[in-house]
């Protein structure tokens, strides 16, 4: 069969090449992909990783067989699912628990982009648990993960700044529901919206120290991002004076451990059923352009998701 592998000479590390068909175990269905989604860090991975080696883990498509234990979702339903590697390919085997069925009001494209970015937005502010009322930042909001976070926290019931580098991005999660929204490379000016109760964060450097140092009282920050850098100074006094202020590693492939992804894509799935989540997909192609696209990904081009069609 076709897949994704990684080629070090060509544009984005990544291109089309053969892979050996899947073999499902007990607990597995086997899928026919229709779409697939793009993150940056399986992207960053492809380009150290050796020749061959293949990527992926957001996917979409119609289960060609059940699994042999029988459970899961029968052949023809279809679904979104989640893998550690190996998604981007013409058939997967997927762990019934990192399978959700997909409502026909959601189409493979939509619904390739809510694995990661999803999970990711949906599981970390669960972290902090009651949005309703409460006072939430989400940083890097223009990227997969905050555009969605965005829409949840504010579905939720939070009131929600938005933190972009970019002024031509600053419409984009305005229309995603953010309250307020603020330019530029630092979070100072979101200290007048402020403090938060909940910060979900995905630059690190200096915008992590200065995103620590707006918590509120009993505040969280969700760091699930160092696109920035990994060297972090903040006011340690100021963060401990707060009062039970936390930060959180998060890491989506140790949350699926204790709540699998089957869970988390069925919410996600539903939401964008009933139409209050809404992924943006800026770029939308057939996966013969997997390289390039890839490479506007990794030079930060793209606001929101690059979904990739299989045909």
Known sequence: MRAVV???NKTGRLTLGEAPAPEPESGQALIDVAAISLNLGETNRAQLAPNGWRPGWDLAGTVAAAAANGSGPVAGTRVVGFLPSGSWAEQVAVPVDALAPL??????????????????????????GDLLGRNVLVTGASGGVGHLAIQLARHGGAHVVASVRRPEREELVRRAGAHEVVVGETIVDAAPHGPFDAILEAVGAGLLGDALNQLAPGGMC??????????VNFDARAF?????ARLYGFILFHEVLASPAAGGLARLAALAAQGVLLPHIEVEAPWSEIGSVAQRL??????GKAVLTIG
């Open 222 to 231: 969700i760091l699930y991002g160092l696109s920035g850098g990994t060297d």
């Open 103 to 128: 409502p026909d009001a959601v189409s493979f494209a939509q619904a390739s982009t809510l694995p990661v970015a999803g999970l990711t937005a949906l599981y970390s502010l669960d972290r902090y």
């Open 298 to 303: 990794l030079d930060r081009q793209i606001a």
């Open 240 to 244: 401990m004076t707060s009062g039970g």
């Open 6 to 8: 990684v080629d070090q």
